[in-house]
């Protein structure tokens, strides 16, 4: 017994301690190729933006700032939500090319029952108007999306038909919805959902509370998986690893709070706030560089010390959060997700085995289509309007997001928290890319390429771990 | 000759505990395009009593069991399941009626692990209506432990697995629900001596218990040795059916490739004319 212990001890160690921490973690090592990735992204940013105007960052420029990293987050939410329905949608080895119209025509949808029909019929500001709103977006998401599963599963026409028949189409019906103007402006608690007003954000003490309650929940999971395990004599992690996943989620945690609590108020809207609150201003001496604002005098000026207030999570990332943990669920806690699955790995074996896979198309189609109506609310709420071009070719980012994020277009493969990182991924590129000033036609082809290469890299990941 | 009235003693006793088939296909056809790939086919099953099918490649063996499991919907004949006559459109239809399958393809979902396959269609559920993967692992565990004792690749997606792995997989997935009618299409094509050894074991096994069993086999050797009866196919037809004491192997053989009905069995449609 000890003899076999120390032996495979010795053999433990000769491997490295990286190789020996991700084993009795048991973490994803792709996941963490991505993350490395990413933290690569943002480092040469930040430089990269530190050369053409040195800012604030971490490292002299203006990517690494929490202003960015904030604004970075709230721009990822629409795609971000899409890439979880996308991921389910792939792995069933379908795709859905008509996500962007689908949008537009929802977002529309949703604009013209707020402008022009219940606000007309029951007063500008009535609160029934942003609950109808979200329902009818919600509701016409879930259905354009079923009728995409239905056409593909008793219909039999491959989804790709299906949805790039839907791509073209639904942007007709959203044009013709809103005769081609701008719809607005929408709802002022419907505005809310949107994210770029302070009353959307959550402040630093609602988001510290937030974050502690994650940790506390990260160390419930790890507590409890482990109980699980010890309940039927399975093989357990060892204790180190435990206490390592739960340092590394509640670093990650705590970490991205402190960036998101650390974002202030633009200039303006303090301002606002404390003239709308009769707030005191205290006095000081003008700052360009400062975030808070003071009294020089009787003018309002920018100062290092003075009255601030920061952003905490704003809406969409709390929605996105919301959806990221309500999808991972689905995906791997419920009978529904496990169907996804297995369907993905073998359409034949899941309909020998009894499960219904025509009615589970239209089921993740139409739950695809629901996330586009989530989608849709928030970048229409956050645009305060809609037009037919809103979403435009956002199916592109989607799926490339899910791509990046290790899900496989052959099916049966894909998580949840990749598509994520994969949409954090494309946002930061595009994003960063702006800070520098490139052209839109430049941002395009990296674009592209970074798709491209980051499938060609996991095909090499996966044949080397095979 | 003694040994035939032996034989018909104990067939007597047998009818009398159960003269109901399990199963009872009669007249069963299915074409694919041209191709009449079941044309007529029937044969019938009792409780405790395994039942061969043979035949040359491409004979519609595995057809004629996927009409009876739901896989493919026939286009003429009848289905019995007790002596009542069964609605088998799909494969949740023939589950309910307590027939399993282990297919010739096994039919896995490969980027899933051991557990989850063997639970497909049927998993458990935690009090909150949630996926029981752990208790759908101390039960994968113990059923494996009876298949193939060296199994140990539980965390792994089933594409990982060697071929005889996998058809353990399947196997164990067919058993695991207390079928009343088991068919197994090929079930030790992929296996090492022992672990068929361990198949034969637990055929014999689920013959005590009063299960049905179609085996479909090319190996003529286990099906003298496993099997009570069998009935053989040719193009679609089928030959005739007889008692595993009643022919020879060789007479078996000529069964299966020449179409020939020996005296000792009962000729099908699709037997040589002489
Ligand atoms: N889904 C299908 N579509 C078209 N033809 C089929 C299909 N399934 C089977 N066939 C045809 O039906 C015939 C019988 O095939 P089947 O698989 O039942 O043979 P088998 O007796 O099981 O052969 P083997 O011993 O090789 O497994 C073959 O000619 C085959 O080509
Ligand atoms: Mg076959």
Redesign the interface.
């Given at each position: 017994m000890s003899t076999e212990n120390t032996s495979a001890q010795s053999a433990a160690e000769k491997k490295g301690s990286i190789a020996r921490f991700i084993e009795g973690t048991e973490l994803d090592t792709r996941m963490l190729g991505m993350v490395a990735a990413l933290f690569v992204i943002w480092i040469g940013f930040d430089i990269a933006s530190g050369i053409i105007r040195p800012g604030a960052g971490l490292l002299g420029g203006t990517f690494l700032t929490p202003r960015n990293l904030w604004t970075l987050l709230v721009q990822t939410s629409p795609i971000a939500v899409m890439t979880t329905g996308m991921v389910l949608v792939i792995v069933m080895r379908h795709i859905d090319l008509s996500v962007g119209s689908m949008l537009s025509l929802v977002a529309v949808a949703g604009a013209v029952l707020q402008v022009f029909i219940l606000a007309p019929a029951i007063g500008v500001g009535h609160p029934i108007i942003w609950i109808a709103a979200i329902i009818a977006c919600l509701a016409l998401g879930a259905l354009v999306g079923a009728f995409n599963g239905f056409l593909t599963a008793y219909g039999k026409i491959p989804a790709f038909i299906v949805t790039l028949g839907g791509l073209i189409a639904y942007s007709g019906v959203a044009f013709l919805l809103a005769r081609g103007v701008t719809v607005a402006p929408l709802d002022k608690s419907f505005k809310l959902i949107g994210g770029n007003i302070p009353a959307s954000w959550l402040g630093p003490f609602w988001s510290w509370v937030l974050a502690i309650v994650a940790c506390l929940l990260i160390v419930f999971a790890v507590v409890n998986g482990r109980a699980?395990?010890k309940?039927?004599h399975?093989p357990l992690r060892p204790v180190w690893a435990e206490a390592s996943l739960i340092a590394i989620g509640s670093v990650a945690v705590i970490g991205t709070t402190w960036v998101i609590n650390s974002y202030p108020w633009p200039f303006g809207l303090i301002r606002d706030y404390a003239l709308e609150n009769n707030l005191t201003i205290p006095a000081g001496v003008e700052n360009r560089a400062g975030d808070a604002i003071c009294m020089a005098g009787d003018k309002i000026v920018r100062c290092t010390e003075g009255l601030i207030f920061y952003a905490g999570y704003a809406v969409p990332v709390l929605i996105v959060l919301a959806v990221g943990i309500v999808m991972s669920?689905i995906a791997?806690?419920?009978?529904f997700g496990?169907y996804v699955?297995?369907?993905?790995?073998?359409p034949?074996?899941?309909?020998?085995?009894?499960?219904?896979t025509k009615l589970m198309t239209v089921k993740v189609f139409a739950l695809m289509g629901l996330l586009v109506g989530v989608s849709a609310i928030i970048l229409s709420a956050r645009l305060d309007a809609a037009t037919n071009a809103l979403g435009q070719l956002s199916e592109l980012y989607v799926i490339a997001a899910a791509v990046i994020g290790g899900t496989s277009l052959a099916g049966?493969?894909g998580t949840i928290y990749g598509a994520l990182l994969g949409a954090l991924m494309m946002q930061s590129i595009q994003s960063g890319m702006g800070l520098l000033n490139l052209e839109a036609a430049f941002q395009n082809i990296v674009v592209g390429v970074v798709l491209v290469i980051a499938v060609f890299l996991d095909q090499l990941y996966r044949r080397r771990i095979? | 000759m003694a040994n035939i009235e032996t034989v018909n003693e104990v067939n007597a006793a047998d009818a009398q505990a159960a003269n109901v088939p399990l199963v009872d296909i009669k007249d069963v056809s299915i074409a694919f395009g041209g191709i009449k790939a079941v044309d007529h086919a029937s044969v019938d099953l009792f409780p405790g009593e395994v039942v061969a099918l043979l035949g040359h490649n491409g004979a519609g063996k595995s057809t004629l069991i996927k009409i009876l499991s739901g896989a493919y919907p026939r286009d003429s004949g009848q289905i019995f399941v007790r002596g009542e006559e069964a609605e088998i459109s799909n494969p949740r239809d023939a589950k309910a009626y307590g027939i399993e399958t282990i297919y010739q393809t096994l039919a896995l979902a490969d980027n899933v692990d051991a557990a989850a396959n063997l639970f497909l269609g049927r998993e458990l559920m935690t009090r909150w209506g949630t996926l029981d993967d752990t208790a759908m692992e101390a039960e994968a565990r113990k059923v494996m432990g009876r298949l193939n004792p060296n199994f140990k690749r539980f965390k792994e997606p089933v594409s990982s697995l060697s071929g005889g792995q996998r058809q353990s997989v399947a196997i164990a997935r067919a058993i695991l629900f207390n079928a009343r009618i088991l068919i197994m299409d090929e079930p030790t094509a992929a296996l090492g001596p022992q672990e068929t050894a361990q198949v034969g074991e637990l055929i014999k096994q689920l013959k005590k218990d009063g299960i049905g069993i179609f085996l479909i086999s090319h190996d003529i050797e286990d099906v003298f040795d496993l099997c009570d009866r069998l009935a053989v196919m040719k193009n679609g037809q089928m030959v005739g059916s007889a008692k595993v004491g009643d022919v020879t192997k060789d007479e078996v053989l000529g069964m299966i490739i020449l179409g020939k009905c020996p005296p000792g069995a009962t000729p099908g449609p699709g037997a040589l004319d002489e």
């Open positions: 699980q395990r309940r039927f399975f669920f791997s806690r419920t009978r496990r699955y297995s369907i993905g790995g073998n034949e074996a899941a309909e020998l085995a009894g499960i219904n049966g493969v095979k | -």
